[in-house]
Structure formats: structure tokens, C-alpha cells
DNA sequence: CGGAACTTTCAGGAATTACTGAAACTCAAG
DNA sequence: CTTGAGTTTCAGTAATTCCTGAAAGTTCCG
């Protein structure tokens, strides 16, 4: 078998920006491939394809399915296991952000957090601590966020970012509002409903 | 000089999550380094705490400085450059936003239109373009939020981390809003604003 | 049970990336 | 100019990561 050109030059691409992130190239081209292919494909498929050793191709498999990204699926009259990507793009960034968090936001909050709790021998110590500090509310903050926004449907999760930083104007829209309803008409409060959105 | 054990383990483990991205464990050493340091360091010292040549910190300076993560600076009756992160770690934030968007997306974003610009040779083709433009309409879709939350000052941006998911209660609120003001009281239109704050 | 079809593991070689020391360069003060 | 403190470059080596083929493991069918 052999790639089209569309889909080879995606898979390349992919596998350089893999290598830029904490994938390695295969593995990057591996998952292009699924993501793009009509359907499921086996290993050896795989291998052929993208001219990896089979072996390389099953580790490859193996890390993708440790990042939650590829299933695993059985066609009938085949033995072989046949791997795709999840077909919701969404559910595919809310996989990624998951994983991330686990592996990497989780344990540096917990460094920081022991390390903060220590006690300091010197100036330069508190110093490192305020920052520390910092760098750990910023992070708790971004977490509670991300958390926040995961629970939100794919609907609503796109309204929200279409919103984008008018957000904030809704945000003081909310603040005049209650004196609405006591006595002041929406003209006293100046509130044009439509130039926020 | 000596490190002490808090910033010894925070640069350390910086260094581990460093080399998770794309910078190796030396540069995000460098980077946990100044983030800590009560005052900019001179390349020497750096190279001297950390045990490093003097020319893997110099590299490792220049590479931090094509992030604008690093300023330079000048003591007085000193000829020596002496380095420091910024200050404020919201810039950090997005100054990081910024230059990965550079460096990643923007490139991505570029290969998936001209893939999708190509004519498909087959269904193949089609249907891999399809996914192609999936993927490129989520990834402007982020990126204009981005763009968009970039404008906000911290403050703002730090009170619509806070509001998390439940800004989408707010939207809510904003569409039953034109009922008021129209003859229909609060209680009407059911909207209480302290439940949704 | 035996064996075919398929998958995984793993040791070691290949390729890449990181790091060093020596040499070249820069620039300001004398 | 010349000197020397400071910086950068670069070629070669060290360290790491990636990839492969061979062998061992698994599963399912007859």
C-alpha cells in the first residue's frame, strides 16, 4: 500500500510536531495516519504503510493507547486488532487534557507544594518560595478553570470560546444588573443587550 | 556557590518537565534558576551553580532569549550580562501563549489549508480532508479565543479563570435579559443573580 | 494438545541530541 | 593600538533516545 499525497504530507508534518512535544516522530506518524484514515487499520497495515519495523509500530500503538488517544477494535472475520483515533476531535482535546494534567501539572504541583512547606534557611529561600507561591496559585487557578470547562458540553464549551474576551463585558453586564428589577428602567442602567454580544 | 536544597529541587525537577517540552534539561534548569533568583544572574555563575561549561549556559541563554523569556541586563560597575526571567508571571504565561503559537500552531495551520486546498484523488482523499478541516476549524476556533483573552488585562483575566464554567450560566442570564425592562419583572423572567455568581 | 496467526518484549546497533573545551570574536579601558 | 574580561561559535565526543530483528509470548482453532 501506498499514501496518497495529502495524507503523507500530514503525516509527516504531524511526526515533526510529535517530536516537539513529548512523542517521538513514529509515534506522531502513526497517530496522523489513523486520524485521517476511513477506518480502523491493523498493525501490520500500519508498518507497511509508514515503512516502520513492526515491532516499533506496536510500541508505538502501545503509547497512544497509554494516552487514551487510540481504540482498539475487533472486525468480524479478522483476528488482527484494528486501531483507530476517537472520531470526536472534542473528545480528542479532552483526552489530551487530561493526560497532560496526570502527568505533567499534577507532580509539579506536588513539588511545588512540598517545597513550599518547607522551611527556609535563608533570605534567598523565602524569596524562592514567594515564587514558588506564585507559580502555584497560577496553576491552581488554570487547573480549577480547566476543570470547570471539561464538565461543559461540546456546545456549549464552543459557545463559550466563540464568546472569547467579550466575556468580560458580559461579566460587567452581570454587576449592573441588579438594579434592574428595582425601580430603574434598562435605558437607566445603560445596558444595550446586543452590543455585548 | 552552593544551591540550597528548595531550589535545588525545584531546579532539578524543572529541568525533568523542561525536557518533557521541547527544551532540554539544561536550558529548563537555567530557566528554574532565574525564576527563583532573588536577583539576575551572570552567565559565569549560572554555569558555576548549575555545573555547566560556560558555553552550554551561553547557548542555553540564547535559546531562552529567542523565547523572550529572559531579559538582559546591565549592573552598574559590571561588564558582565547579567539575566533574569520577567517579573510578572501572567507575561510569562503569555509570552509562552505567544511564541508556541509561533512556533507551532501557526506553521500547522498553514500545512492543514494547503492540504485542504489540494484536489482528493479519491474518497480516500476526501474524506481525509474532511478531517483535515475539522481539525483546522477547531484549532482557529482556539486560537481566536486566545487572541481574544490576550487583550484582557490580568485582573479581567483572572476574574473569568475564577467564573470558570459558569460563565455559561451567564449566558444564559444574558438571553432572558431582553424580557426585563419590557413590563416583566425579575421574578418573571426567574433570573437570580447571586445563584449564578 | 499442536500449531498457525498475531503480538509483545528486549538487547543492542543507529540516529539524534546535548554538552564540552578550545579557539575566535567583541568591546571598552588604558 | 593593545590588553584582557567577557562572550560566542564550533567541531568533536558523550549521552540519550529511537528503532530493529530475533525470540518469546498469547490466543484461538481444529
Do not use: C
Not at 487530561?98 to 534567598?124: K, Q
Not at 456546545?155 to 425601580?183: C, H, Y
Amino acid at each position: 500500500m501506498k499514501l496518497t499525497p495529502i495524507t503523507e504530507a500530514f503525516v509527516l508534518h504531524f511526526g515533526e510536531m510529535g517530536s516537539r512535544w513529548g512523542i517521538s516522530r513514529t509515534v506522531g506518524q502513526i497517530y496522523a495516519l489513523l486520524f485521517v484514515s476511513e477506518r480502523p487499520l491493523p498493525a501490520d497495515e500500519i508498518a507497511d504503510v509508514l515503512n516502520f519495523s513492526r515491532s516499533n509500530v506496536s510500541m508505538g500503538l502501545k503509547e497512544l493507547q497509554s494516552w487514551h488517544l487510540v481504540r482498539l477494535q475487533h472486525l468480524p472475520g479478522d483476528r488482527r486488532e484494528h486501531f483507530a483515533t476517537l472520531g470526536d476531535i472534542w473528545q480528542i482535546v479532552r483526552t489530551l487534557a487530561e493526560e497532560r494534567r496526570r502527568r505533567e501539572i499534577d507532580p509539579t504541583l506536588s513539588v511545588l507544594r512540598d517545597l513550599i512547606m518547607e522551611t527556609p534557611a535563608s533570605p534567598a529561600d523565602r524569596h524562592a518560595q514567594g515564587r514558588l507561591r506564585e507559580m502555584h496559585e497560577l496553576i491552581e487557578l488554570l487547573l480549577r478553570w480547566s476543570d470547570d470547562v471539561q464538565k461543559l458540553d461540546t456546545a456549549q464549551l464552543v459557545q463559550l470560546l466563540k464568546l472569547g474576551g467579550r466575556v468580560v463585558a458580559l461579566l460587567e453586564l452581570k454587576n449592573r444588573l441588579p438594579l434592574l428589577g428595582k425601580g430603574k428602567s434598562r435605558a437607566d442602567v445603560d445596558i444595550d443587550v446586543d452590543e455585548v454580544l
